[in-house]
């Protein structure tokens, strides 16, 4: 009995798996509906990128022997390592020393204190510039102390001094011409300091008026000929009453017209007395004027004449 139910159960089972393999073989018809699949065209293949070929190291060049090289002239820039101070001299106040260092400089650092051999190896202004002012003046070092700033670092002496007029020539000539206490003055007594320098006149001298400028003291007083004054019409009466205190103190005290003028309007010239007929032609009439030829007399004087107040 249990034979007949394995047999039974295997005869089962075969025909379930003939009926499977039927299904499977069976064409399947497809839905009306349903469109065919779409061919896609397939990608083209790139081919593989080659990779750059890498050249193994160089080995580096053996360094040369420092005494085979070949060493470039120096530069200004070369010799200002060691020289800042110089160098920034000349770029500064060099003005046209500002070139190569070796147009002065042919020998360098040659200098040897047993042989005490400066003057040799230095540069000789004359090379370049001859005797520029003449044998008189063939030492420049007297005036022009450093080469590097020739002009801007000219220190006053007392050597220097004696000759200033040998190349100030017309201003010496005027302070020789125009006598005054400035003559008898050596010119480091002003231009002390350095070459070039213009001192303010109120170093020496005691200002007319508290406000006064140099520009207005040199209105007046030429620098070289300071007793050859001349003025501007413009000049303020203050300034003239600092010296002319009197004859000041009574213009300012009189009413009349006088006083609102300027001294310069007169007194167009330093210490120049004008006529009244200048400015008042003839006042009155001829038999007057012949009775009384100095209008003084009745007029007293230009700076109090009498006369009615008048307002300010």
Known sequence: MKQKKIVLLTGCTLLLLLVIIACAAAPVAPPQSQQPPMQVAAAPQTPPAQQPVVEPPKPSPKPKDVYEMEISPLTPADCARCHPGVFNEIKGEGGKHKFDCQKCHTKFHQYNPVKQNWNEIMPQCKTCHGLIHGEKFAACATCHSNPHAPKTQMTMSAEMSKVCGDCHTKVGQEV???????????????????????????????????????????????????????????????????????????????????????CASCHTKHRFIPKCEDCHSKPHGEALLKKFPNCADCHVGAHDLPSKSISK
């Open 176 to 262: 020789k011409t125009n006598v005054s206490k400035h003559t008898n003055v050596a010119c480091s007594s002003c231009h002390h300091d350095k070459h070039g320098y213009i001192p303010s006149c109120m170093e020496c001298h005691k200002p007319h008026t508290s406000t006064l400028t140099v520009k207005e003291c040199l209105a007046c007083h030429p620098v070289h000929s300071p007793l050859k004054i001349s003025y501007p019409i413009s000049t303020v009466n203050d300034i003239c009453g600092s010296c002319h205190g009197v004859v000041y103190g009574k213009l300012k005290a009189n009413a009349s017209k006088h006083s609102t003028l300027t």
